[in-house]
């Protein structure tokens, strides 16, 4: 191996340092020198990753290994956006967890309000034990992938291997329940004004409902998640040739409440001439009239067996996947479907 020059002012080398010199990343040498590597790294990389470090003379840096493997007593709550009051409540369920253990929950959203939050995470890896993530901002989690820190997925693919613990929702079922009850009232043409938000927990409602409808008109209309973003989605959907939905599924109640609005304008009575639901249950699903049948999530219940399944995996303990379950609550927005 070729002889490099020694750390800066003769100051002790880092794991830096290493992985210039062997032209890996530092996640690479991590998982070399704690030994973590076989299956992820050729032995070919190893050694040379461990001739880089023998060379430099590098020792690691013990202190520095005691936080990232779970004396910071913190750890990292990535969410799409705080505007969104769901997210609120499952910070709320993860930090009483959390508090009652000596933990902190630090909470990063996305600067945009939605979608992938931006990686903050190069210089603060060294200050978090773990990191608990919706799928929503799952492309924020790179950084992590084949590092020491745990990662707790949220409403994610539960063969995700990247993740040592997975707490779902049950969202199939609550979209079941949404259309069991719409078909039970008679609706047969059918809208589903979906989030444009890619993201696992979506593609697993828009299946269960295509599932659900089978035999019934159905028809899709992606939508940001946005009051706004409803309301031209669902002016095109029914200004579109043929006949109108009596029915419109929504992703959210956000998305419920735009349909509604456009209903307003259209002259369309809610529930009598267009039924509407909603998902999450948000507390605008009772501010609007009339009241927006929708499906229940457990919202602080989902941040709190997120935390809990996070100090299980830092405390060397299995946490198996858990699924929550969801209740449909009908209200106003959801009625018999009109006589043809």
Known sequence: MQIHEPAAGGAR????????????????????????????????????????????????????????????????????????????????????????????????????????????????????????????????????????????????????????????????????????????????????????????????RAAALADALRGAELRTVRAPLSVAGAREAATRAFDAPGPRPTAVVCDDDILAVGVAKVARRLGLRVPEDLSITGFDDLALATAVEPELTTVRLPAEEFGRRGMEALLAVLAGEEAPPATLPVTLVARGSSGPAPAV
Do not use: C
């Not at 880089?52 to 013990?62: H, I, K, M, T």
């Open 13 to 204: 080398p880092t794991s830096r340092d290493v992985a210039r010199v062997a032209g890996v990343s530092q996640a690479t040498v991590s998982l070399v020198l704690g030994d973590k590597w076989r299956g992820r790294v050729s032995e070919r990389t190893a050694e040379t990753v461990r001739e880089a470090a023998r060379e430099l003379g590098y020792r690691p840096n013990l202190a520095a290994r005691n936080l990232r493997l779970g004396r910071t007593r913190t750890a990292l709550l990535v969410v799409p956006a705080l505007t969104n009051e769901f997210f609120a409540h499952v910070y709320t369920g993860a930090a009483a967890v959390a508090a009652r253990h000596g933990f902190g929950v630090v909470l990063y959203p996305s600067p945009d309000g939605v979608g992938p939050a931006r990686d903050p995470f190069a210089s603060a890896q060294a200050a978090l034990d773990g990191v608990i993530a919706s799928s929503m901002a799952a492309d924020a989690l790179g950084a992590f992938r084949g590092t020491e820190l745990p990662l707790v997925m949220l409403d994610s693919d539960p063969s995700d291997p990247g993740a040592a613990a997975h707490v779902n929702l049950d969202v199939a079922d609550g979209m079941r329940r949404v259309t069991d009850h719409l078909l039970a009232l008679g609706h047969r043409r059918f809208l589903h004004l979906a989030s444009a938000v890619p993201s696992w927990t979506f593609d697993v």
